[in-house]
């Protein structure tokens, strides 16, 4: 039987664009219903846009799980979103299903998670929207890709030309990309300088998800129009008036992650690779945590909590994440890996020395730590990816005395939030659980860490490694300090030679994971925006348990 039927598709559930205030992006007027965005004209119940409606930002999919995905799109007007998904190119072999109304309670965005795909397969779709107000009006369409994840099984007989498996066959590949930290320090879209070129590096590289380790927009950096650069030539952003300031209010934050997809390279990568996205400090402002009150003089909200909720409603409606349920979850890709998406802010503790012995605080919260914990331990994937949005050893300051992450600069017995950390790592060893690597961003470079029991000051975990990469278009930074409580060893670094580096000058990153489904071995290479490897290594499959 063809899984990818009629009845399946149309089982998909529809994920709307209803949000709490209208307004139209980039700074525009703001009616609850918004505003043309060609003319800026407000829209009102006595006057509606003349000519087609336009998708204004592209497409975009996103990864749940076997045989689901989530696609995204954003139109001009109030409309009904459409989204036909099918194997052929050419779409002759689409099903339609119909999707929410877009509308200015959500910024016109809207998105559709479809249940019922083939699983591990390459999938072809295109996206209209059509007008309310004039029936069988419809927006000229755009057209993505993405691919499913595979079943737990795994075999499938559609993968990248090479013959199915099935019961003792070899199971499909799997290859991703991960990397974070997008338009930070004052570094925007700048055509001079090729633009957001690492996204076309990557989509090159056609991987099957991409793995936004945090600071997917950078909410609390300002652009200039113009930078000039340490050898005199001259960076010029494109600006725009959300990104003219720290963003405070719904437009302001809709205004961040609208940004990012008006880089060409970026949308192009968008509509062909399916995204797992992190929620980290930059979404809001720098090092923030639940309950902190700013006292940084550009700020009129002070109240990082109800700039976090607004950044967080604009977060799930210009991204192509599912609405429901916390920001962690575990992804499911076929027998190979399970992906363990960690929120590392809003469960988070108050920033200050991070030395205290109280087993109650972290970063993760008691039902985050517990709910990895036990999936850790029931997963039977070969690979179990930890996206951890801060690095577990490095040590991130928050000015003076207050630390931002996970270690302190206290090689000694665990302390602060790295109980959390040795709580999880020790009931993995003692239940057996293998092949743990934790990937992750945030420090603006890129390296390798390895963490061995034999090097550390607490004995009970099994040797893992981490790696690191970014920026993907921001400042780059460090290298950062490693903390010895877990024995950690920097096997590669590649850091800039001053803060702030601007992407003109390189050291932008990105992490490229390659798990062989003959041999299960996983191949890490880290990249510059070009695609240079500069850095790989391979670990073999662990023992079946």
Same mark, same amino acid.
């Given at each position: 039987?063809?899984?990818?039927?009629? *009845?399946?598709?149309?089982?998909?559930?529809?994920?709307?664009?209803?949000? !709490?205030?209208?307004?139209?992006?980039?700074?525009?007027?703001?009616?609850?219903?918004?505003?043309?965005?060609?003319?800026?004209?407000?829209?009102?119940?006595?006057?509606?846009?003349?000519?087609?409606?336009?998708?204004?930002?592209?497409?975009?999919?996103?990864?749940?799980?076997?045989?689901?995905?989530?696609?995204?799109?954003?139109?001009?007007?109030?409309?009904?979103?459409?989204?036909?998904?099918?194997?052929?190119?050419?779409?002759?072999?689409?099903?339609?299903?119909?999707? /929410?109304?877009?509308?200015?309670?959500?910024?016109?965005?809207?998105?559709?998670? !479809?249940?019922?795909?083939?699983?591990?397969?390459?999938?072809?779709?295109?996206?209209?929207?059509?007008?309310?107000?004039? /029936?069988?009006?419809?927006?000229?369409?755009?057209?993505?890709?993405?691919?499913?994840?595979?079943?737990?099984?795994?075999?499938?007989?559609?993968?990248?030309?090479?013959?199915?498996?099935?019961?003792?066959?070899?199971?499909?590949?799997?290859?991703?990309?991960?990397?974070?930290?997008?338009?930070?320090?004052?570094?925007?879209?700048?055509?001079?300088?090729?633009?957001?070129?690492?996204?076309?590096?990557?989509?090159?590289?056609?991987?099957?998800?991409? $793995?936004?380790?945090?600071?997917?927009?950078?909410?609390?950096?300002?652009?200039?129009?113009?930078?000039?650069?340490?050898?005199?030539?001259?960076?010029?952003?494109?600006?725009?008036?959300?990104?003219?300031?720290?963003?405070?209010? !719904?437009?302001?934050?809709?205004?961040?992650?609208?940004?990012?997809?008006?880089?060409?390279?970026?949308?192009?990568?968008?509509?062909?690779?399916?995204?797992?996205?992190?929620?980290?400090?930059?979404?809001?402002?720098?090092?923030?945590?639940?309950?902190?009150?700013?006292?940084?003089?550009?700020?009129?909200?002070?109240? &990082?909590?109800?700039?976090?909720?607004?950044?967080?409603?604009?977060?799930?409606?210009? !991204?192509?994440?599912?609405?429901?349920?916390?920001?962690?979850?575990?992804?499911?890709?076929?027998?190979?890996?399970?992906?363990?998406?960690?929120?590392?802010?809003?469960?988070?503790?108050?920033?200050?020395?991070?030395?205290?012995?109280?087993?109650?605080?972290?970063?993760?919260?008691?039902?985050?730590?517990?709910?990895? @914990?036990?999936? $850790?331990?029931?997963?039977?994937?070969?690979?179990?990816?930890?996206?951890?949005?801060?690095?577990?050893?490095?040590?991130?300051?928050?000015?003076?005395?207050?630390?931002?992450?996970?270690?302190?600069?206290?090689?000694?017995?665990?302390?602060?939030?790295?109980?959390?950390?040795?709580?999880?790592?020790?009931?993995?060893?003692?239940?057996?659980?293998?092949? @743990?690597?934790?990937?992750?961003?945030?420090?603006?470079?890129?390296?390798?860490?390895?963490?061995?029991?034999? *090097?550390?000051?607490?004995?009970?975990?099994?040797?893992?490694?981490?790696?690191?990469?970014?920026?993907?278009?921001?400042?780059?930074?460090?290298?950062?300090?490693?903390?010895?409580?877990?024995? /950690?060893?920097?096997?590669?670094?590649?850091?800039?030679? *001053?803060?702030?580096?601007?992407?003109?000058?390189?050291?932008?990153?990105?992490?490229? &994971?390659?798990?062989?489904?003959?041999?299960?071995?996983?191949?890490?290479?880290?990249?510059?925006?070009?695609?240079?490897?500069?850095?790989?290594?391979?670990?073999?499959?662990?023992?079946?348990?």
């Amino acid at each position: 039987m063809n899984p990818f039927d009629r *009845r399946t598709l149309l089982r998909a559930g529809l994920a709307g664009g209803a949000g !709490l205030a209208g307004g139209a992006l980039l700074g525009g007027a703001g009616a609850a219903a918004g505003a043309d965005v060609a003319s800026g004209r407000p829209i009102t119940p006595a006057w509606h846009p003349t000519g087609r409606p336009v998708l204004t930002h592209g497409v975009q999919s996103g990864v749940v799980g076997p045989g689901e995905a989530v696609v995204w799109t954003r139109a001009d007007r109030v409309g009904r979103l459409i989204v036909e998904v099918g194997r052929r190119p050419d779409l002759r072999d689409a099903r339609r299903v119909r999707g /929410p109304v877009l509308d200015g309670r959500g910024d016109f965005t809207g998105k559709v998670q !479809l249940r019922g795909l083939p699983a591990g397969e390459r999938l072809h779709y295109r996206v209209r929207v059509e007008s309310l107000h004039r /029936p069988g009006l419809v927006s000229e369409p755009l057209t993505g890709s993405l691919r499913t994840a595979p079943r737990a099984g795994g075999y499938h007989g559609h993968h990248r030309g090479r013959p199915g498996g099935g019961p003792g066959g070899r199971v499909d590949d799997v290859r991703f990309v991960w990397t974070g930290d997008i338009a930070g320090q004052g570094w925007g879209i700048s055509d001079d300088f090729g633009g957001m070129r690492i996204f076309e590096a990557m989509r090159r590289g056609r991987p099957d998800f991409f $793995l936004c380790s945090g600071d997917t927009v950078y909410a609390d950096n300002p652009l200039a129009e113009t930078v000039t650069l340490p050898d005199g030539r001259v960076w010029r952003n494109l600006v725009t008036p959300e990104k003219s300031k720290v963003a405070e209010t !719904l437009t302001e934050f809709r205004g961040q992650f609208a940004y990012n997809l008006l880089d060409a390279q970026l949308r192009a990568f968008a509509a062909e690779v399916p995204q797992l996205n992190q929620w980290d400090d930059h979404e809001v402002t720098n090092n923030w945590y639940p309950g902190e009150i700013l006292t940084d003089p550009r700020y009129t909200e002070t109240r &990082v909590d109800v700039l976090a909720a607004r950044s967080r409603q604009a977060f799930h409606e210009w !991204l192509p994440t599912p609405d429901d349920g916390p920001l962690y979850r575990v992804v499911r890709y076929g027998p190979l890996l399970d992906v363990f998406v960690l929120d590392m802010r809003t469960y988070k503790d108050p920033n200050d020395g991070n030395t205290y012995a109280d087993p109650h605080r972290g970063l993760l919260g008691t039902q985050q730590r517990q709910w990895l @914990i036990r999936e $850790l331990t029931r997963s039977t994937a070969t690979w179990k990816v930890i996206a951890n949005d801060l690095p577990l050893g490095l040590i991130v300051p928050d000015g003076g005395g207050a630390q931002e992450g996970i270690a302190q600069g206290d090689g000694g017995a665990p302390a602060g939030r790295e109980l959390e950390f040795a709580e999880i790592l020790g009931a993995a060893h003692r239940a057996g659980v293998t092949g @743990i690597v934790f990937l992750t961003a945030d420090v603006h470079y890129t390296a390798a860490h390895h963490y061995d029991p034999a *090097r550390a000051s607490v004995a009970d975990f099994t040797p893992f490694w981490e790696f690191v990469s970014g920026p993907a278009h921001a400042g780059a930074f460090g290298p950062n300090t490693l903390d010895g409580t877990f024995g /950690p060893e920097a096997v590669f670094v590649n850091a800039p030679p *001053r803060a702030n580096t601007s992407p003109a000058e390189g050291f932008q990153h990105y992490g490229e &994971v390659f798990v062989d489904g003959g041999s299960r071995a996983f191949t890490v290479h880290l990249r510059d925006r070009d695609g240079r490897s500069l850095w790989s290594t391979t670990l073999p499959a662990p023992p079946a348990g």
